[in-house]
C-alpha cells in the first residue's frame, strides 16, 4: 500500500475581503501551499477542491476546473468536493485516496468560501442547505438554533454549564491572538461571552463562529517521492462517516454517531489510541460541538467535556491541547476552507513550527471537521512518522 | 493494481416530475442499482453522489449524508462530487478511485437532479454556473448562447451544415423512442428540427437538450469480489482532464482540448484506439456538442464530425453507434445524473440487454460527459473483459 504524506500547507487571512473574489483567495491559498512545498504548479498533478455553496453565494459551480484554471494547472483533472462544513476535509480525503490509489504522486487539495458577497440573512439562508431542506430549513430552523438544542440537552443530561461553553469561546480566541490570519485577534472573558447578545437560547453571539471568506491548501504526495521534501508529515489514519441530515432522526442529540465511527477507524488505522493525539484541532462552529467532539473523539468521556474544558485540559499547555490556533471562532470559518486549514495547522505544530502557539514535543496531530450537525464527520491523524507495514 | 467492474445499475424515468423530491428520485434510482446488482444496502461501503446544483434548485446541499440517510445506507462515508454537467462522471471516477486504493470493495455511484421546482428563467441562470461568473454569466451569456458561438465557428471553419447539426437530434430521437425512460419518445425529421424555435443562432429548440428532474445509479466492486456477479462491465480506462472554465480563453473553439486529453488517457490505459471502440455515449447537450465530441473521441477527423454523421454512421447500425439509447436530447439531462446513466447503458449494451436498441457484438463502450462548454471533460471505457497485467 501506499503511503500518504502532507509536505506543505498554507491558507491566506480569514475574514471579510470585500475587496477579493473567491479564485482570488482560492489561487493566493495554491500558490501558499507549494511555495512551502518549494514546488512549482506543473508539478501537480490532480487538484481537489472543497466548496460547499459557491452555486448560491458568488453564482458560481464548477469550482475544480475554475480553480485549476485561474492557478495555472490545467488541464490536470479537478474534483470538487462538497459536504456542507465539512467539505475541506473530504476534499482532502479524496485527495489521499487518489494518492493511495496509485494515479498520483502529487495532488493539490484546497478548499474556500466568499460568504459575504450575500446579505447577512441570505447566508444563514444558504447555510441551511447543510441541514434537511424538507424538516428543518422549511420551518425556519437555523444551525444556531439546531445546535442550541443539543447544548440545552447536553447541559440537562450531564449538567454542563452555560460558564463551561464560554470557556471553549474563551479557550480559542485566547489562541487566535497569536494567529495573525485569524479573523478575530482578540482574547474575550467569561463574562463578555455572557453578556453577548442571545442568538437561539443558550447560544449567544460568542458561542458562535462568524462569516468569514478566505482559502486554505495543502500538498500531497506518495511514499514514492516524499524523501525529497523536508519535515513530511505522514496521514497515520483517517475515518469518514454519515448520520440522519435532520437532527431529530439521531438517537442522540448529545453525541455525533459519525464522529465516533471515523474516529475510531481513524485511531485503529494509526494504531493510536485518543491518549497518543498530542494536539488536535476539532471543528467548533458553536461552542457546544466543541465539547461534544471532545468527547466524541474519546479526549474525556461522554459528559464530562464541560469539566475538561473548565479544567484547563484544552490549554495550549494542557493534557490535550485543542484549536491551538483559535479555532473556528477565532480564525474564522469560511465553510470550505476549514477542514484544509485544521490541516495546515496539524502540519505546522508537527513541524515545530507554530511559534507561540507550538506544542512542545507534536509528534502526532488529529483533525475533525464535521458537516452540519453531524451528518458528515471526517477525522484524520498525522505524524511525524512514516507509518510501518501497511 | 486493483481492477474495478460496474455489476449493476439503473434510473429512473427522466421527464418532469412535479410530484417527486430530489431525495425520492435518487432513492429510486439506488434500489434499482441494487436489485440489478443483487445486493442489498448493507453491502455497501461508500456512496458517491454527482449532483451541480441542488443548492440553488431546492435549497439543499450536503446531497452525500443526505442519500445516505435516505437510503437507509448509514453510516457509510458519503462524498458528493460536483464539476458542473459532469457531475455523474466525476462521482463515477471518484467511486473507482476509492476502489482502486483498496479502501473499499463495493462502492454506491449515483448522480442526480430536480431542475423543474424553479423558474424556467432561474433554471437556466442557475445552470450558468457551470460558466465563469465573472466573464460570462455576469453579461448575460447563456449556455445555449455559448454553443451557439462554438456551432457558428464550426460551420464557418469545417462546412459543417445547418442540416447535419439536426440530423444529431434526429438520430438521438430516433432511438430514445425505444428507450422507456426517455423523457422525449418521438421521432423528429430534420425539418421539424429547421422550423423549431430558434434559441441561439444557428441552434434551434430541437438542437438543446431538455431541463430534466431523474437520477440513475450503479453499483462498482473490485476485482476480489466481481466473481460473485452476473456479466460484470470491466473498466479499462478513463482520463478526466480541465479546460479553462470561459469559452473566451480557449486556443480553438471547436475543439474540446480537455476532451482530446482525457479520451487519450483513457485509450492509453484501454489499450484500445477510437476503431476498437463498439458503443458510445457522448454529451449531446446541444447537437454541436456532439459532432465536436466525435471528433474529439478520434471516431472521425476533426471538421468532419457533420459529414460522419450525415453519412449515418452514428446509426445503431452504423459503424460507430452513438448515443444508442436516445442521449442527453430524447432521454432528457438531469445535469449530475446524466453521467451515470451513460455509464447504465453502456452497461445494458455490454450485457446484451438492450433489446431493440442493443448493438450487436458490443465488447466494449465508452462515455464521454463534459462539463460547462468544456471546462471539464471525463471519459471512461468499459468492456467485458477483465484487463490483465495492471
Redesign the interface.
Known amino acids: 500500500?501506499v503511503n500518504v504524506a502532507v509536505v506543505g500547507g498554507g491558507y491566506t487571512k480569514f475574514g471579510e475581503h470585500w475587496s477579493r473574489?473567491l479564485?482570488s483567495l482560492a489561487t493566493e491559498a495554491g500558490t501558499l501551499a507549494l511555495q512551502d512545498a518549494g514546488i512549482d504548479g506543473k508539478d501537480i498533478e490532480a487538484?481537489y477542491v472543497g466548496n460547499?455553496?459557491?452555486?448560491?453565494f458568488?453564482?458560481?459551480?464548477?469550482?475544480?476546473?475554475?480553480a485549476?484554471?485561474q492557478a495555472g494547472?490545467?488541464?490536470?483533472?479537478?474534483?470538487?468536493?462538497?459536504?456542507?462544513c465539512a467539505s475541506g476535509a473530504?476534499a482532502f480525503r479524496?485527495a489521499y485516496?487518489?494518492i493511495?490509489?496509485?494515479?498520483y504522486d502529487i495532488v493539490l487539495a484546497a478548499g474556500s468560501e466568499k460568504m459575504t458577497d450575500v446579505k447577512g440573512t441570505d447566508a444563514v439562508?444558504?447555510l441551511?442547505?447543510?441541514?434537511?431542506?424538507?424538516w428543518e430549513?422549511a420551518i425556519g430552523l437555523t444551525f444556531t438554533g439546531l445546535y442550541a438544542l443539543m447544548a440545552r440537552r447536553h447541559m440537562a443530561q450531564f449538567g454542563t454549564t452555560r460558564e463551561q461553553l464560554a470557556m471553549v469561546s474563551v479557550n480559542n480566541h485566547k489562541n487566535g491572538v497569536h494567529n495573525e490570519r485569524a479573523q478575530f485577534r482578540y482574547e474575550i472573558t467569561v463574562e463578555q461571552v455572557l453578556k453577548s447578545a442571545l442568538i437561539a437560547d443558550p447560544l449567544r453571539l460568542l458561542d458562535c463562529s462568524p462569516i468569514t471568506d478566505g482559502a486554505a491548501a495543502v500538498i500531497l504526495v506518495s511514499d514514492r517521492i516524499a524523501g525529497k521534501f523536508e519535515n513530511p508529515a505522514w496521514v497515520l489514519g483517517g475515518g469518514?462517516?454519515?448520520?440522519?441530515?435532520?437532527l431529530h432522526?439521531r438517537a442522540s442529540l448529545t453525541e455525533a454517531?459519525?464522529t465516533k465511527?471515523a474516529a475510531k477507524k481513524a485511531y485503529e488505522q494509526a494504531g493510536l489510541s485518543p491518549g497518543g493525539i498530542d494536539v488536535a484541532e476539532v471543528h467548533d462552529c458553536f461552542s457546544i460541538n466543541e465539547i461534544m467532539s471532545i468527547e466524541d473523539l474519546g479526549f474525556c468521556r461522554k459528559g464530562d467535556g464541560g469539566k475538561f474544558v473548565e479544567a484547563g485540559k484544552i490549554a495550549l499547555n494542557g493534557e490535550m491541547p485543542v484549536n491551538t490556533t483559535g479555532g473556528l471562532k477565532s480564525i474564522g470559518h469560511p465553510i470550505g476552507a476549514t477542514g484544509i486549514r485544521q490541516i495546515c495547522d496539524i502540519l505546522s505544530q508537527l513541524r515545530g513550527r507554530s511559534g507561540r502557539l507550538q506544542v512542545s514535543g507534536a509528534n502526532t496531530g488529529l483533525a475533525c471537521n464535521i458537516?452540519?450537525t453531524g451528518?458528515?464527520s471526517i477525522v484524520h491523524i498525522l505524524g511525524k512518522e512514516e507509518p510501518k507495514g501497511r
Chains 1, 2 share one sequence.
Request: hydrophobic share 40%; proline share 3%; aromatic share 0%.
Open positions: 500500500m473574489s479564485r487538484l460547499m455553496s459557491a452555486g448560491r458568488i453564482g458560481q459551480e464548477h469550482l475544480g476546473a475554475l485549476a484554471d494547472l490545467l488541464p490536470i483533472p479537478a474534483t470538487r468536493c462538497e459536504a456542507a473530504l479524496k485516496m487518489a493511495k490509489s496509485g494515479e439562508a444558504t441551511m442547505g447543510a441541514g434537511d431542506q424538507e430549513s469518514h462517516a454519515s448520520d440522519t441530515v435532520a432522526d454517531n459519525a465511527i458537516g452540519g451528518a458528515t
